[in-house]
């Protein structure tokens, strides 16, 4: 069984810190690393996809991926009231079927 | 573009009634999922589509549940019969290729089922 372990939170973090969301697989074959943010009665939301080790970075959003660890990590800079949400980290290999986490809930303090 | 299109958007059954939901995915895509969302998870896997044909359907309960993507395009999730536990938001994603490892799925807004 392939699991994706988060941990559920809640996270909170003041306005313009760093908000860090950790994530880990049980399964070495994966190949893909996504990120989504689910806000409260929505559909989960692409934020950030990544497929090599290391970091990779879009606007206040880093991702960061090492295979040999097994861990899959989500940075945003800057946190604003809006990004408050659950990110669900989900992992892919072969027929990109997504497996997600349980989700962190965040919530970013005024 | 519009996105992906699902109704309806809730529904309250009794334990024992039949439910069934609908999806059309986005122009073109080719692969399509239903996921069942528990409250408090995360989205879980139930059949993934290509065309009309089914690539995994292994976490599905097939003695209550039930889909079909007949043409290939839209898709119908059926539950029959309902128990408690099924209680969740069905969301439908769809993919515009084959599902290869880079490809972005794209979710529906869920339909959110009450089995009281």
């Known amino acids: 069984q392939k699991e994706v372990e988060q941990n559920s939170g809640p996270l909170s973090v003041p306005e313009g810190a760093i908000a860090s969301l950790n994530c880990t697989y049980s399964d070495r074959v994966s190949q893909s690393f996504f990120w989504y943010r689910q806000y409260s009665g929505k559909s989960p939301e692409l934020i950030m996809s990544i497929y090599s080790n290391g970091d990779k970075e879009d606007g206040r959003f880093t991702a960061q991926l090492n295979k040999a660890s097994q861990y899959v990590s989500l940075l945003i800079r800057d946190s604003q009231p809006s990004d408050s949400a659950t990110y669900l980290c989900?992992?892919?290999?072969?027929?990109?079927?997504?497996?997600f986490g349980t989700g962190t809930r965040l919530t970013v303090i005024p | 573009e519009a996105g992906v299109a699902q109704s309806p958007r809730y529904k309250i059954i009794e334990k024992r009634q039949s439910v069934a939901f609908w999806c059309n995915p986005i122009?073109?895509?080719?692969?399509l999922y239903w996921y069942q969302q528990i409250l408090g998870q995360g989205p879980k896997l139930l059949i993934q589509?290509?065309?009309?044909?089914?690539?995994?359907d292994s976490q599905l309960p097939k003695d209550r549940f039930s889909a079909e993507r007949l043409k290939g395009v839209d898709s119908t999730l059926k539950i029959q019969p309902a128990k408690l536990e099924d209680s969740a938001v069905y969301l439908c994603a769809s993919v515009w290729g084959l599902a290869g490892v880079t490809d972005t799925q794209y979710f529906g807004p869920g339909t959110r089922l009450t089995v009281l």
């Open positions: 122009s073109g895509h080719a692969t």
């Open positions: 989900a992992v892919s290999s072969g027929a990109n079927n997504l497996f």
């Open positions: 589509f290509q065309n009309n044909g089914v690539v995994d």
